[in-house]
């Protein structure tokens, strides 16, 4: 009967697996995962001839799976928003999560702007997106006021997703706050976030 344990949880082992293998949620596939490996560990070891290469490499796949769990319940902790990143999320970013919201704040800048001062002006190759939090601005071309863009809005955007030379100036309408995204940083979040990088576009 005891020599029937280790082939028992071998047997188990493999039915975690399985099991890993049909959930989505990363998480689970993590944990069964791991739990696998454990009770592969008795079968290894048991062995006529201990297999230590192989519990070797089920301790190093089970390490693994650890890291990755504890990332991800890190992750899937909620997100605490000062106030004024909670007024973004409300103005601007309402859809994303709080983890969501954090990762694109926390590599803005944040700027001020006087009244009349130019943020972008005509035929300009940018390299930075912006996002009004307070102010206005005044959107002109060949000296005609074409829109005046408040709070919430972005400036820049079009240059930001078409990659062409802007075709009007924004200059402030009075005192302005507003955040700045450099582009290479953007870029950077995306890589690693896909899903967010084609919900911010």
């Known amino acids: 009967m005891d020599t029937m344990i280790p082939e028992v949880l071998f047997f188990a082992a493999n039915l975690f697996y399985c099991l890993g293998y049909l959930v989505r949620d990363m ?16 079968y290894f070891f048991l062995q006529a001839e ?3 290469s192989a519990i070797a490499w089920q301790g190093c796949f089970l390490l693994i799976n650890m ?11 909620p997100a605490a928003l000062s106030t004024e990143q909670q007024h973004l999320k409300n103005l601007v970013f309402g859809s994303f999560s709080n ?4 990762r694109l704040l926390n590599i803005a800048t944040w700027k001020e702007a006087e009244p009349g ?3 972008l002006d005509v035929d300009e190759q940018l390299d930075e997106l912006h996002l009004l939090y307070s102010g206005a601005v005044n959107v002109q071309r060949q000296g005609r006021c074409l829109v005046n863009r408040s709070a919430g809005t972005f400036v820049g955007e079009v240059h930001y997703i078409t990659k062409q030379p802007t075709s009007a100036a924004v200059s402030a309408a009075g005192q302005v706050r507003y955040l ?8 950077r979040l995306f890589n690693r976030r896909r899903p967010l990088g084609k919900a911010f576009e």
């Open 27 to 42: 998480l689970w596939l993590r944990v069964l995962s791991m739990a696998g490996a454990v009770l592969t560990f008795p």
């Open 99 to 102: 983890r969501d919201t954090l």
């Open 180 to 187: 700045s995204w450099r582009y290479q940083d953007l870029e």
């Open 117 to 119: 001062e130019v943020l």
């Open 67 to 77: 890291v990755n769990m504890v990332m991800l319940l890190v992750e899937r902790q």
């Open 50 to 52: 201990v297999l230590v």
